[in-house]
């Protein structure tokens, strides 16, 4: 089945550091794929999303880009916040014409961002 | 701006108890889905309904679990008889325009 695998956490940067999240897919056909970020005490909130392989998707100075060829959604940021400490989320909803499907999710990486 | 919510934020049972879980989706949108997420562990799915009825579950949901659209607005998830193992954060989320959008969860703690 779908599977997606992001990079072990915690991740712990200083504001204005660059970030990288690693994340790889393993699915059928041409899935969809999304980053959702869950700030403390909320719920999954979508940040962005590729439909398609070389799109990219970007989102409050956050960028990933669908990379077919090597099953890989990364999660960039040039220089990251304090306001940005949450949880990151990867995920996919199949291919095959519909999206109405079911996410299915990495298991998520801790940010957190010191002054 | 619309939002997904869910009550309680925290429900605490004990083992064999029933529990329903509550969702209020946005305002029409027409699929709905919930997930759960053992502490821990990732953000699994369970169930997805449209058209008053169930369109996808996971091997998870067995005949413990049942969702229900009662009354046209909220969307509840039933645990028939709570296991220790079904302590987790619960969440339900509705879909528009191929985005999910997601309620800020229900713990579950069963004790």
């Known amino acids: 089945g779908d599977s997606v695998t992001q990079m072990e956490g915690p991740v712990t940067l200083s504001e204005e550091a660059f970030l990288t999240i690693n994340c790889t897919y393993t699915?059928?056909?041409?899935?969809?794929l999304f980053w959702y970020v869950q700030y403390p005490g909320e719920g999954l909130q979508l940040l962005l999303k590729?439909?398609?392989?070389?799109d990219k998707g970007s989102n409050k100075g956050f960028e990933a880009t669908y990379r077919k060829e090597t099953t890989s959604f990364h999660l960039e940021k040039g220089s990251v916040q304090v306001s940005d400490s949450a949880v990151y989320f990867c995920?996919?909803?199949?291919?095959?014409?519909?999206?109405?499907?079911?996410?299915?999710f990495g298991q998520g990486t801790i940010l957190t961002v010191h002054p | 701006e619309p939002e997904v919510t869910q009550t309680p934020s925290h429900q605490v049972t004990q083992m064999g108890q029933e529990v329903i879980l509550r969702c209020v989706p946005i305002?029409?949108?027409?699929?709905f889905y919930w997930y759960r997420q053992i502490l821990g562990q990732k953000v699994e799915f369970l169930v997805s309904?449209?058209?008053?009825?169930?369109?996808?579950k996971s091997e998870i949901f067995d005949d413990q679990f049942s969702v229900e659209r009662p009354d046209g607005s909220n969307f509840t998830l039933k645990i028939r008889s709570t296991k220790l193992e079904d302590s987790a954060m619960y969440f339900c989320?509705?879909?528009?325009?191929?985005?999910?959008?997601f309620g800020a969860g229900t713990r579950l703690s069963v004790l």
């Open positions: 995920a996919l909803t199949p291919g095959g014409g519909t999206s109405y499907g079911k996410l299915t």
């Open positions: 305002s029409n949108h027409l699929y």
């Open positions: 590729a439909t398609k392989a070389d």
């Open positions: 989320a509705s879909l528009a325009k191929n985005i999910q959008y």
């Open positions: 699915a059928t056909g041409y899935p969809s």
């Open positions: 309904f449209y058209n008053n009825e169930i369109s996808e």
